[in-house]
């Protein structure tokens, strides 16, 4: 058995290694510090600017904490980290890789950051001013009663506005969706098995339809889905961008530096 962990320990990469025990050992101490009435994501967490509770350091700590409710959360990030960001790192080396997960991790944050300020302002363009006004100040008050407006528009901008206000963002998957399509460009044509899916598919392509669905569920913005969609989105493009960039730059000798 030691020597199964030794093998476990010597074959992943130290970056990738460390970056699934600092997300792990988190995600323990948001369960144990939640246990006794802490939690963690209000200090941590990803907020909208505006909020009460938002600090600078959250477009970075928020990618190492994870849903304290279960497993499968941290559980999937992780083994996704894994089985893509081990090679990434091999390919790239540590320092390139770890500067990369990062950024595509404050990336994400500041896509949703951004989509929900754009969301709030075209909810705007549909009221006067004097409604706007209205909702800014008494809206929270009446969410708070369990009431809010009888004018479905006034109605949809006091439900963004006390989402902007006590909503959090948490989990490492806009990094995550950054190494997928960074390993989807690197390695194109390497075939995956993805559950459901019987047959294997082409990494390029995983990582397209992975983003297309993204994108559909981000826009439907289904009552109930508390899923950071475009977040997901924001570590894709930040990584595509920089991939791409990397990729033009030493296009001479073929490495992506």
Not at 44 to 70: E, R
Not at 80 to 100: D, H, I, P, Q, S
Not at 152 to 172: F, H, I, R
Request: overall charge positive.
């Amino acid at each position: 058995m030691n020597q199964r962990k030794r093998w476990f320990f010597s074959s992943v990469p130290t970056v990738t290694l460390n970056i699934i025990i600092i997300n792990v050992i988190c995600w323990l101490a948001q369960m144990l510090f939640l246990s006794r009435g802490i939690d963690l994501s209000d200090y941590l967490g990803l907020h909208y600017f505006s909020s009460d509770q938002f600090y600078p350091h959250q477009i970075i700590t928020y990618m190492f904490l994870h849903d304290p409710s279960g497993i499968m959360h941290v559980l999937f990030n992780m083994f996704a980290v894994y089985m893509f960001g081990r090679t990434l790192e091999l390919v790239w080396g540590g320092k390139r890789f770890l500067f990369y997960y990062i950024i595509t991790g404050i990336g994400a944050a500041l896509a949703n950051i951004l989509v929900m300020f754009l969301r709030i302002k075209f909810a705007e363009m549909n009221l006067s001013p004097e409604m706007v006004a209205e909702v800014y100040v008494k809206g929270a008050a009446l969410i708070e009663k369990g009431m809010t407006y009888s004018d479905p528009a006034m109605a949809k901008l006091n439900e963004l506005l006390y989402l902007a206000n006590v909503g959090t963002t948490v989990g490492a998957s806009g990094a995550v969706f950054g190494i997928l399509v960074a390993f989807g460009i690197m390695f194109p044509y390497v075939e995956l098995m993805v559950i459901p899916i019987p047959v294997p598919i082409k990494a390029k392509y995983f990582v397209i339809i992975y983003g297309l669905i993204e994108l559909f569920l981000g826009v439907w913005n289904k009552a109930g889905d508390n899923v950071a969609h475009f977040a997901h989105l924001g570590g894709l493009l930040t990584g595509l961008i920089l991939v791409l960039y990397w990729k033009k730059r030493n296009k001479k000798n073929g490495r992506f530096y």
